[in-house]
């Protein structure tokens, strides 16, 4: 299967949610690539630190710029598993693999300045379903608290009735320092010693593979 995590809005942890699930699904024995089609390398440059411990399941990498259609493509029948890490803007990368993949979800905080810079993601997803009729979109909650005041769920779907393309995704991925360090050690959190972190891609990983978990292990 082939899934972006991408949007328009910066800073809301897209890279940190594409890593670790690639590092979740490498550790169910699927065989992953991570397409990092975003130039500031991110993803690229936790890879590489991760190639460097030989304990750790491969994961693969390749970086793709301008039209990835084609590429991803071509690299959903050599993998298993694709996932694209797509930068924080309207581009080329972000326009051409929302009509080549199967799911994408938008990582979002719960708050207004988020939703209306994701109104145009709305559009772009709206667009892309005239020549990927099956895609299916996701708005995740991304770097909550993790004490909220708020019910950040409750106030989503509220803030979400404004982008009716997007549906918004059961699991929520809270701010923790473990995610910094996962990226900096080249590691996912479900390969460190954080419950509440690990049962956090765990979840979202089940929301997004369940099918093809299944049908692996059976």
């Not at 940190?16 to 991570?34: E, H, M, Y």
């Not at 399941?57 to 039209?67: D, H, I, L, S």
Request: hydrophobic share 40%; charged share 25%; with cysteine.
């Amino acid at each position: 299967m082939i899934i972006l995590i991408g949007g328009e809005k910066g800073g809301t942890g897209k890279s940190t949610i594409a890593t670790n699930l690639a590092a979740w699904l490498a550790n169910q024995n699927r065989d992953t690539i991570v397409v990092d089609a975003d130039r500031q390398a991110t993803a690229s440059n936790w890879i590489d630190r991760r190639n460097e411990i030989n304990s750790l399941a491969t994961v693969n990498c390749a970086q793709k710029y301008g039209n990835v259609f084609n590429a991803l493509k071509d690299l959903a029948h050599r993998y298993d598993e694709v996932v694209i890490d797509a930068g924080g803007r309207d581009s080329e990368e972000l326009r051409t693999a929302l009509v080549a993949v199967h799911k994408v979800y938008v990582p979002l905080k719960a708050s207004q300045p988020d939703l209306e810079t994701s109104l145009h993601m709305n559009e772009l997803i709206q667009l892309a379903r005239g020549m990927n009729p099956s895609l299916t979109a996701y708005a995740v909650i991304s770097m909550a608290p993790t004490n909220p005041v708020i019910n950040e769920a409750e106030e989503a779907q509220h803030l979400l009735g404004e982008l009716p393309e997007l549906i918004l995704a059961k699991t929520i991925i809270r701010e923790r320092k473990v995610y910094r360090d996962a990226m900096v050690e080249g590691r996912g959190v479900v390969e460190l010693n954080n419950p509440k972190a690990r049962n956090e891609i765990e979840s979202l990983g089940q929301e997004i593979y369940h099918e093809q978990i299944q049908t692996a292990e059976a």
